[in-house]
């Protein structure tokens, strides 16, 4: 396998991503006792019909932007005001050098924004804090050091895993040196040791999922892989579940499925629910590829799970029991699936990005149709990585050059803009309060009118 999948394997660190977040803006602590508590509703976005919903951060959370893919945890965006135009000059508030190396995408909690970091070829890893109204840093928490000097492909690196805050610590995900939590200040609150991760091909990726009181995350290995949850307020491991997955670097989502809630994984070969209180397999589903690096997004009372480098596609209602790949999929499609962004749902309809061949393809999201297909930019294999967001009827892609294709959200492709950082761009971006966040290859930056 592996001589056939050669190109795969030298390439396949672009998922870094999967990839996969005190004055007027500090929460109050009551506020931040529970990280998910409630289904996600947009009211720019009829995507949540259907019974099915992600599971969405607290009422103060919701202000901010406290975990991978933001408060719907599939890149959508509220409130007004945010620019649609920018350039390396145009509408830029600050920018500032990051130190270290890192592909993570910034989280923000009251006046701070929170990314991860590593140096001397992952030997040190840290989490940074910087201020929203500068870029100035505030303070840097560095991780244990990893005994198996775990190693990376060179485009992931090692600090691809996005943070999650609930507003009274961050929680990062720093493959063997462990599960990390920081308070406001900067202290360790506590480390939860992982065990030996050094055989995750490439390096890890995935960033943690808060549930309640619990910190998630699933680490696919060619050996003694897992799935587990940890107490957010000590980081005492309170479940851990064996997995069959050897390669993967997504994240986990929490769903409300009508008359329960659900972890979802989307991994290598396969679909997985999870009890979120005892960790035991509730449904699974197969269908996936070897490689899979997109999150899931849920609406119209379906998941959908891509996986790369082509598909397929997989649209599965939950709520099932043993393996449901032939009762529960509603429809699966090959054509236009993302290796390494993902998806993002708005309204009636599901947009991804080929980043294999920079093509657009959007599907009915409750029927699988196609409903077209059009090209963004020169075809680039792996062009893509950053996932997209949909603001105000538009959806923002970005690439790996740090160009952002706006498109109209609609049944026919519309180009308004395209802007250029200017600047090599993996992560994904936080926005807040009218400003974009983006961590570019060496810096922070802050896009606002």
Request: hydrophobic share 40%.
């Amino acid at each position: 396998m592996l001589g056939r999948m050669k190109w795969g394997w030298l390439s396949l660190a672009a998922l870094l991503l999967a990839a996969g977040t005190l004055s007027q803006w500090m929460a109050p602590a009551e506020a931040a006792k529970s990280a998910v508590e409630a289904p996600e509703e947009s009211a720019a976005n009829e995507a949540d019909e259907g019974g099915v919903h992600m599971l969405g951060v607290s009422e103060e959370g919701k202000r901010f932007w406290p975990r991978w893919r933001g408060p719907s945890g599939q890149g959508w965006v509220e409130g007004d005001g945010y620019p649609v135009t920018w350039s390396s000059s145009e509408n830029v508030l600050w920018k500032v050098e990051v130190p270290g190396q890192g592909n993570s995408s910034p989280v923000v909690w009251g006046n701070h924004i929170y990314l991860t970091t590593a140096y001397e070829g992952g030997a040190r890893r840290s989490i940074l804090a910087f201020d929203r109204s500068d870029g100035s840093q505030v303070w840097e928490a560095f991780a244990p050091a990893d005994p198996n000097n775990a190693r990376a492909y060179p485009k992931n690196g090692y600090a691809s895993s996005t943070p999650a805050t609930d507003g009274e610590r961050i929680y990062a995900y720093m493959g063997g040196h462990g599960l990390v939590a920081v308070d406001l200040q900067g202290k360790i609150a506590w480390t939860a040791p992982l065990g030996d991760v050094s055989r995750a091909f490439h390096g890890t990726a995935g960033s943690p999922l808060l549930y309640k009181d619990k910190v998630i995350l699933y680490q696919d290995l060619p050996d003694n892989a897992f799935i587990a949850a940890f107490n957010k307020e000590t980081g005492q491991e309170i479940w851990r579940t064996s997995r069959e997955g050897r390669v993967g670097w997504g994240t986990p989502v929490a769903i409300d499925a009508g008359d329960r809630a659900e972890i979802i994984v989307s991994s290598n070969r396969a679909v997985n629910a999870y009890d979120p209180e005892t960790g035991e397999e509730l449904w699974r589903c197969g269908g996936n590829t070897f490689e899979v690096i997109p999150t899931p997004v849920v609406g119209h009372g379906l998941i959908f799970c891509s996986s790369g480098r082509a598909g397929p596609t997989l649209a599965i209602r939950p709520g099932g029991s043993g393996d449901v790949t032939e009762t529960h999929v509603e429809w699966r499609a090959a054509k236009g699936s993302p290796f390494v962004p993902s998806p993002i749902l708005h309204n009636d309809l599901l947009y991804m990005v080929n980043d294999m061949m920079s093509i657009l393809t959007v599907y009915e999201a409750q029927s699988g149709d196609l409903v077209y297909q059009a090209r963004m930019g020169k075809p680039v294999r792996e062009g893509f990585s950053s996932s997209p967001v949909a603001l105000d009827g538009k959806l923002f892609f970005t690439n790996d050059e740090g160009q952002t294709y706006v498109v109209e959200a609609g049944r026919e492709y519309k180009l308004l803009h395209t802007n250029e950082l200017g600047e090599r761009v993996l992560a994904s971006p936080a926005l807040v309060d009218g400003t974009w966040y983006w961590r570019t290859q060496n810096h922070l930056l802050a896009i606002g009118n």
